[in-house]
């Protein structure tokens, strides 16, 4: 039979095949069914945490589950699952048949405001259906990843930059250190090992301040596995060789040798540079985002207040990591990225170790809360500042705020001398006491000089005398010449410093209190050091401690003091050493000193006095200042022969 239609079979063929010509086109231009639309699922996905509207097949063919998927790249993400990368296309993708390929831009964000961004080529197989499947394998993720690897993200921290000496050198270097720890498991006797590291570590000198508190160990000990290392303290090299034989036999002890970032001694500025030790959970709390556990933190002093300064900015850097055969994650040794840190930036100061440790050295032995400063006078260099025993970190050589005793009598024989109300031979009665307004004035151990060259006054230290001449310097006058000085000003040095408070006005008693350095003036060393420079300068300038980063706002420098009256005052003060209340300065070494002693009332107690010191010698003046330190001439004064002797 023929057929009605015979060319419909043909013509069916050629619209099928114009069909599938068309559909193929279209794929190739991103038709809703091609690959372009999978990888913008699986993306989609990714960033969501749900990738069910994606298949899945493995580079073998086989189909993977979309959970499973998900759930390894949440492991091969690691450190970084819980802050997905940002996605996106590159591009679209090339087709081959029942194959195509694209590629994918991934940008991670990690700490420090760092972006990792790579791209990462995306292959996708149709199926039988016609839909296109992603190709799953880790190397998607990251092309260095495999499976049963995590990534894994590691701070890298910056080197702290250098606390320089006004050499320009680093005060803090690496020096050598042991550390002693124990094994619990070879320790018969913990008690008696205990007191034989106690009694060792009491043992060392200088004093290890504050003790080695061993309270807690025996705890530690019996809590700690038999084979594990329990730290005890760590310690300089020079102190333990002092203490090697009482303690390196001693059973379960262990020790390690390494290098730390130290200063030259360990009193050396203490209080003034601070240290840096690993962040505390108070650091982590109170900058979050900035400080990380393991890092090093500056506390207190220059240290603290230029921690930011100083620690520069950590790098980051991405590794991989794989379970070892004990079930630990360890890294591979593959790094995939790294952004090196920047160095913190070094703090220049004024500091000059020989001096720094003539201080230290000279405050040794003393065991009362102590303070010492020098000052160049040339310059206002502050060259030293030590500290002797109380609490860790207070530098009580910038910060102490305690009445200047017969120090102070520098100051009121300046103003004096500034107003005429007295001469260098002038006379000037010294009797045993003294009253204003019914209070009583004496001298210490109630000597008398009777009428005297006013120079006589000053070298024995008259508090009578002065008393007596108040008057003369007016209401605001001590504090006038005070402030010429540098006392009560607006100091910016780089460092937190008290510049005193100088009695003005009140009741005639409390002005003739004041005159010789009682009353309600307070000073500290540094600012009867900067006074003392002034004086010997003939102007005062302010101290110079922190050279870079510079101060923004130093003090300006004050006015040119008259030398008519300087001249007198050197006079005078030269005296206090040849004849007067600090004749044991007169051998030592490094030329002529001239000074001031100080016994310094601090209650109603007579008895109970400060003891102090200020003066200078060649181009370094300095103020020793000893708390309850007694008569000057048993403490200040032998702590400044030791320093002096020290510089020579």
Not at 9 to 22: G, M, Q
Not at 432 to 437: H, N, R
Request: hydrophobic letters at 40%.
């Amino acid at each position: 039979m023929v057929s009605r239609h015979p060319d419909r079979p043909r013509r069916t063929l050629w619209a099928l095949l114009a069909v599938a010509v068309a559909a193929t086109a279209l794929v190739g231009c991103s038709d809703s069914d091609g690959p372009q639309d999978s990888v913008t699922a699986f993306l989609d996905g990714w960033r969501r945490g749900d990738l069910n509207a994606v298949g899945f097949r493995d580079p073998t063919g086989a189909r993977v589950p979309a959970n499973q998927v998900m759930a390894d790249i949440r492991a091969l993400s690691g450190d970084l699952a819980d802050q997905p990368p940002t996605l996106r296309q590159s591009g679209e993708p090339t087709i081959t048949r029942d194959s195509a390929e694209g590629r994918i831009q991934v940008t991670w964000r990690l700490p420090g405001d760092t972006g990792w961004s790579y791209q990462r080529p995306i292959r996708l197989a149709r199926g039988g259906d016609d839909a296109w499947q992603v190709i799953w394998e880790p190397a998607l993720v990251q092309e260095q990843l495999l499976r049963g690897d995590r990534l894994a993200v590691r701070r890298v921290a910056a080197p702290r930059g250098a606390v320089l000496d006004g050499a320009g050198e680093p005060i803090v270097a690496p020096r050598p250190v042991v550390r002693v720890g124990i094994q619990p498991g070879e320790v018969t006797d913990r008690a008696a090992l205990v007191r034989e590291l106690d009694a060792a570590f009491r043992a060392v000198r200088p004093a290890i301040t504050p003790p080695v508190d061993l309270s807690d160990l025996p705890r530690r000990l019996a809590e700690a596995k038999p084979q594990a290392r329990v730290e005890v303290v760590t310690l300089r090299e020079e102190a333990y060789r002092q203490i090697r034989d009482r303690i390196h036999d001693l059973p379960g002890t262990k020790f390690v040798t390494e290098q730390v970032e130290l200063a030259p001694t360990r009193e050396f500025a203490r209080a003034l540079l601070g240290s840096v030790d690993p962040a505390t959970a108070e650091d982590l709390a109170a900058r979050p985002g900035v400080h990380a556990e393991g890092d090093r933190v500056g506390h207190g002093g220059l240290q603290g207040r230029y921690d930011e300064r100083l620690r520069g900015r950590p790098g980051v850097s991405v590794v991989t990591e794989r379970k070892g055969p004990d079930g630990a994650w360890a890294a591979t040794g593959i790094e995939v990225f790294r952004q090196e840190p920047t160095a913190g930036q070094p703090l220049k100061t004024t500091l000059d170790p020989k001096v720094q440790n003539a201080a230290d050295a000279a405050l040794r032995a003393e065991r009362r809360r102590s303070a010492l400063v020098a000052v160049r006078i040339s310059d206002g260099a502050v060259l030293a500042t030590a500290n002797g025993p109380g609490p860790l970190g207070e530098n009580l050589a910038f910060t102490a705020q305690v009445p200047p005793g017969s120090t102070f009598k520098m100051v009121s024989a300046l103003g004096l001398l500034d107003r005429g109300a007295v001469t260098l031979d002038g006379p000037v009665d010294c009797p045993k006491t003294f009253t204003v307004d019914g209070r009583s004035f004496r001298n210490s151990e109630n000597f008398a000089l009777g009428k005297v060259p006013f120079r006589a006054d000053f070298a024995k230290s008259c508090n009578t005398a002065f008393a007596a001449l108040a008057p003369k310097l007016d209401a605001d006058g001590l504090a006038e010449t005070g402030r010429t000085l540098g006392l009560e000003g607006r100091w910016d040095l780089g460092a937190e410093v008290f510049t005193g408070k100088v009695s003005t006005g009140g009741a005639p008693a409390e002005r003739a209190a004041a005159a010789f350095g009682q009353g309600t003036t307070l000073v500290s060393p540094l600012a009867m050091a900067a006074a003392t420079a002034a004086v010997a300068r003939g102007r005062w300038e302010q101290p110079k401690l922190v050279l870079d980063p510079a101060p923004e706002q130093p003090a300006p420098a004050g006015p040119q003091l008259k030398p008519e009256s300087v001249g007198p005052l050197h006079t005078m003060m030269r005296e206090v050493v040849t004849a007067g209340t600090a004749t044991t300065l007169r051998t030592v070494p490094g030329g002529p000193v001239h000074g001031k002693t100080g016994t310094a009332e601090y209650d109603d107690d007579p008895a109970h006095t400060h003891a102090w010191f200020v003066g200078w010698q060649g181009d370094v003046a300095f103020a020793v200042f000893v708390e309850q330190g007694g008569a000057s001439t048993e403490s200040a004064v032998p702590i400044t022969a030791r320093f002096l002797r020290a510089l020579s």
